[in-house]
């Protein structure tokens, strides 16, 4: 088997055995990335030198008897989202266009010491706000499975590479579903764990209580892999739990008999496509095939979940991003005096000014919608009625996921409620693209941990996905149920046509 | 205590502009008092909740003050704190006049 079309699991036994070097595993990958990027928009950076040093320095050490770490060679692709010290950070923002960070984001360093091999930065929406990919700064990136729609987001490249065989692993944030609808619309696997299991150090900040990190691969299997090395404390993250880390791969291979899986009625209302509920119904069935059991379960508050989150993710998204001034890193304005046509004028002191025009020509329109949103309902007079209010709603929504994880371990359902859109369908209608994180908002506002994998596909070829949402800490019972399910069904090794199939 | 939706007028988003720090134009001004409408109008259905005795939840996890030992550790020095700066003088951030008009129409 070539290295494109192995799972991490194996490549990372193939490397270790010696019957592939690191640089021709990294080498097989850059070279696919550089043939098929054009048309995907992928990644924004492609580190080749730094790869094939780094894989050299570990066929050397191997080579010589050295110790080398748990992942020695394997390629990772990093979400831009995450600081990287020897590649730029963007956000796929043109405010951070060019930054390159002084340090190394938590994950990032985790990674290194583990052998890890990167291959580059994937494109985004900017700052992770968005649910298409098409709010980045840089392009959109195309689904592999047709390059006309979009690959869900805000981790789009990181779904679509994977998906196109551009990298083994790669890794995801997801503050309100964007590690696990873009691995749902792209047919991988992507897990968001518990809020806490993973540093956010050198995470940049979109929504500091919703903000986690998480691995997004083809199978449940390669994501316990990585998580074996993300998760964990991290003493320069106030957040991060203090508790041990399990042999996530150990703990994949257990019987289904006895697990008790919810189904949430109104997850099947008029808003879900057909072939979508069929899917997961599908996946139901196979689950219970496996030995679990299916009980309809109620959260009663879901359907405020969409309207909790646009006003908890904005609020902390403007407190966040005031950090972007144009004094320390990040863009900053011409020189004042060099006035643009049509600004309304009336700023406090130059150095307001300053701040003003830098970061209205750094962000893009949905990054500057939601720092206005999120301003406006923090604001004297609105602070209670939208903010505080809110977070009382968030209590709600938590306690009816604590309420139903007292009758059953995990929660199943659509990941979203469509296949993968067009590119441009939802473009002119902020609001009908916030509708798209209806199923996953929950997960994040609770602070629990859920998984996405591919669940089949519809008749024109785009792939369902199928989530699982689990108590805080339940990663293994995620990883277990979501491996049992890949033990029993191929959908998770489909290849998309589009961009051809992998072959070195 | 009311969450009935609320209408946003141009003032009203001109004034949470500056307040964001963000410059708008009449363009920006016009097209975001509308989607900004829309979307107070749509969130504004938690007013639907009855929440009186509901305590807010800023955090999902139940939150402690962390401490670390009072040791000494190493932080960036100056060179890399400023190794992005948009304008520096190698030691400090340059930045225009804090105080005075912005001479601006």
Excluded at chain 1, 210 to 228: F, H, K, N, T, V
Excluded at chain 1, 417 to 426: I, M, R, S, V
Aim: proline content about 6%.
């Amino acid at each position: 088997m070539q290295p494109l079309e192995m799972s991490a699991v194996d490549l990372v036994a193939a490397l270790r055995q010696g019957d592939i070097t690191a640089v021709e595993s990294a080498t097989v990958f850059l070279d696919r990335i550089e043939a098929t990027n054009g048309s995907i928009n992928a990644f924004l950076a492609v580190d080749r030198e730094g790869a094939l040093a780094r894989a050299a320095d570990i066929d050397a050490r191997r080579k010589a008897g050295k110790p080398v770490g748990p992942l020695a060679g394997l390629p990772v692709a990093l979400k831009d989202v995450l600081c990287t010290s020897d590649m730029p950070t963007t956000c796929a923002s043109k405010m951070l266009e060019g930054f390159r960070p002084p340090y190394d984001a938590d994950v990032v360093a985790r990674l290194r010491r583990a052998d890890a091999v990167f291959l580059g930065k994937t494109n985004m929406d900017e700052f992770a706000m968005g649910g298409s990919n098409e709010n980045s700064a840089f392009g959109p990136v195309r689904n592999p499975w047709d390059l006309s729609r979009t690959p869900g987001g805000s981790s789009g490249g990181s779904a679509a590479c994977v998906a196109g065989d551009m990298a083994p692993v790669a890794i995801g944030s997801d503050t309100g579903g964007s590690i696990r609808q873009p691995a749902g619309l792209c047919g991988i696997t992507g897990l968001k764990p518990t809020y806490g299991r993973v540093s956010r150090r050198g995470l940049i900040a979109f929504a500091s209580s919703l903000d986690q990190i998480g691995p997004m691969a083809r199978s449940a299997a390669d994501c316990a892999l990585i998580m074996e090395t993300i998760a964990g404390h991290d003493p320069g993250d106030s957040t991060s739990l203090a508790v041990d880390v399990p042999r996530y791969t150990d703990l994949l291979d257990r019987p289904l008999a006895g697990v008790r899986i919810g189904r949430v009625p109104e997850h099947f209302a008029a808003g879900l496509d057909p072939e979508v509920a069929k899917g997961v119904e599908e996946a139901f069935a196979v689950l219970m095939a496996a030995g679990a059991t299916v009980h309809d379960v109620q959260l009663p508050h879901a359907k405020y979940g969409i309207p909790t989150y646009y006003l908890v993710a904005p609020c902390e998204a403007s407190s966040n991003l005031a950090r972007y001034d144009g004094a320390h890193y990040g863009h900053r304005c011409k020189d004042l005096g060099q006035r643009t046509a049509g600004h309304t004028g009336g700023f406090e002191s130059p150095l307001v000014e300053m701040y003003c025009r830098s970061r209205a020509e750094g962000f893009g329109p949905e990054v500057k919608r939601r720092i206005m949103l999120g301003t406006y309902a923090l604001s004297a007079g609105y602070y209670e009625a939208y903010y505080a209010k809110a977070l009382r709603v968030r209590r709600l929504i938590r306690q009816d996921y604590l309420d139903a994880f007292q009758t059953v371990d995990l929660i199943g359902g659509p990941v979203s409620a469509t296949p993968a859109f067009k590119l441009g369908e939802k473009t002119d209608d902020p609001l009908a693209m916030y509708l798209v994180d209806l199923y996953t908002v929950g997960t994040n506002l609770a602070g629990v941990g859920g998984i996405s994998f591919p669940c089949g596909f519809t008749k024109s070829g785009l792939p369902i996905g199928f989530q699982l949402q689990a108590p805080p800490l339940a990663e293994p019972l995620l990883l277990q149920a979501a491996d049992r399910f890949q033990r029993l069904t191929d959908w998770h090794r489909r290849r998309p046509q589009a961009v051809g199939v992998a072959k070195t | 205590m009311s969450t009935s939706p609320q209408t946003l007028t141009s003032k009203d988003v001109a004034k949470v502009g500056l307040l964001a720090r963000l410059a708008l134009s009449e363009a920006d001004l016009e097209r975001m008092t509308g989607e900004l409408s829309k979307i107070v109008g749509f969130v504004s259905m938690l007013g639907e909740l009855d929440t009186a005795d509901v305590a807010p939840l800023a955090h999902p996890l139940d939150t402690q003050n962390v401490f670390r030992d009072d040791v000494p550790v190493a932080s960036l020095s100056t060179a890399e704190a400023l190794q992005s700066a948009p304008r520096h003088d190698g030691s400090c951030f340059l930045v225009p006049a804090v105080l005075g008009d912005s001479g601006a129409a």
